[in-house]
């Protein structure tokens, strides 16, 4: 039976490939400097049963995915991001600054759109200061990917997601619990609905901040690998509308760690979450015509 069982295991990894649930699309990262696998109270939870192993399995074969995903990236340096440096590109927009981040965290203050292919949105928020970071890809054909920051190993990440043909809400409170089943059903399924199942919203909280409405959300879905294993997920977004159209930010790990760990994160990660557009000048940070004649 244990030759079997290994097997099974080896088969398993080896086939396993990324999911949108958690490993970056674009090519600009910061690779992690070491492969995490499980942490020591996981460790002793999947390993005493045959369920277990399996459980052992996919997820290892999940932080293999992940962290191969985030070393095949090309870095973006560490030192680049910091809540200093994410309020002076606020403030030069003449924006609020970000609230007081937990401590361990950094800041990014990010331009979505700057390709021809997209409308430009300033989008912020805080993470925590070892989290690799992914920013979209710029290329003759204009803009691709999107702001993802993650620690890809353990399954745990945060993204930046537009609604596709949605056009401005004129107040996203407003709005009843299908309209965000769909929205955060369609930021988790980027690439396909066979990849998931079961999800649910389980909270909606409305907030306004410096004026701004967003709403709170908490839900909980399965991930289905490629490998055919079951990974149950749990997550939190905010969900907002600016511009032309309807923007969110969700964040997920495996539900064992975020009832035993991450949750707090998770939630300090979307709360910081603000997204502007309306009455803003970004020319400056747009890419050039010339880069696509030249390209």
Sequence with gaps: MAPKLLS??????????????????????????????????????????????????????????????????????ALAYGLKKANDRLASYGL?????????????????GKGRNRSPLLVAFGFPVDWVVVLPSQDVN?????????EYAKGDTATFFVLRNQGKVDNIQ???????ESAFIAAISQKGDNLYQDFKITKLVPVTVDGQSYVLADFQYTLLT??????????????????????????????????????????????????????????????????????
């Design 8 to 77: 099974t295991a080896c088969v398993a990894i080896a086939l396993v490939s990324p999911s949108s649930a958690f490993v970056p699309t674009s090519r600009h990262s910061t690779p992690q400097t070491a492969l995490y696998l499980f942490d020591d109270k996981a460790k002793s939870d999947v390993t005493s049963t045959r369920r277990g192993f399996f459980d052992s399995v996919a997820l290892t074969s999940l932080s293999i995915a992940g962290a191969s995903a985030a070393l095949l990236t090309t870095p973006a340096p």
């Design 96 to 112: 609020p600054p970000l609230p007081k981040v937990p401590d361990g965290f950094s800041a990014l203050s990010e331009i979505y």
């Design 142 to 150: 204009g803009e691709d990917g999107t702001i993802q920051v993650g």
């Design 174 to 180: 407003d709005k009843d619990k299908k309209f965000f």
């Design 226 to 295: 490629q490998a055919g294993f079951e990974i149950a997920r749990k997550g939190v977004g905010s969900i907002t509308s600016v511009g032309d159209g309807v923007q969110l930010l969700w964040a997920a790990s495996v539900t064992a760690r975020f009832k035993n760990k991450t949750e707090g994160t998770l939630r300090s990660i979307v709360e910081s979450f603000r997204c502007y557009a309306d009455g803003l000048n970004f020319s400056a940070d747009l890419v050039k015509d010339d880069f696509y004649l030249a390209s």
